[in-house]
Nanobody, 117 residues
Framework: QVQLVESGGGAVQTGGSLRLSCAVSGSDFVINVMRWYRQVPGKQRDLVALITADGITHYVDSVKGRFTISRDGAKNTAYLQMNSLKPDDTGVYYC???????????WGQGTQVTVSS
């Protein structure tokens, strides 16, 4: 059974940093794209960053220059380094892994990030 386990969330003050991790276990397939999403209460889950199997990255404008997504293929793990955090970065961060071939997507359980002013 495929599982995505996120870790690294927490509470920080404005300007602080956190590093999120997403470990994928139980997969015997190629993971194509890995993504991080953020969700706040009452709103939809929004894409924050993604990284392809080839290492191509994409960020939403609000996090460019502050967040860095990376992945370790050997460990089936993705990371999100978040620097210069702002209160607007607060939310539950979800990891998403897309299976190569049929684009089926797996989700983690989410990790809370809270940035206080």
């Amino acid at each position: 059974q495929v599982q995505l386990v996120e870790s690294g969330g927490g509470a920080v003050q404005t300007g602080g940093s956190l590093r999120l991790s997403c470990a994928v276990s139980g997969s015997d397939f190629v993971i194509n794209v890995m993504r991080w999403y953020r969700q706040v209460p009452g709103k939809q889950r929004d894409l924050v960053a993604l990284i392809t199997a080839d290492g191509i990255t994409h960020y939403v404008d609000s996090v460019k220059g502050r967040f860095t997504i990376s992945r370790d293929g050997a460990k089936n793990t993705a990371y999100l380094q978040m620097n210069s955090l702002k209160p607007d970065d607060t939310g539950v961060y979800y990891c998403n892994a897309e299976r190569g071939g049929d684009w089926y997507q797996y989700w983690g359980q989410g990790t809370q990030v809270t940035v206080s002013s």
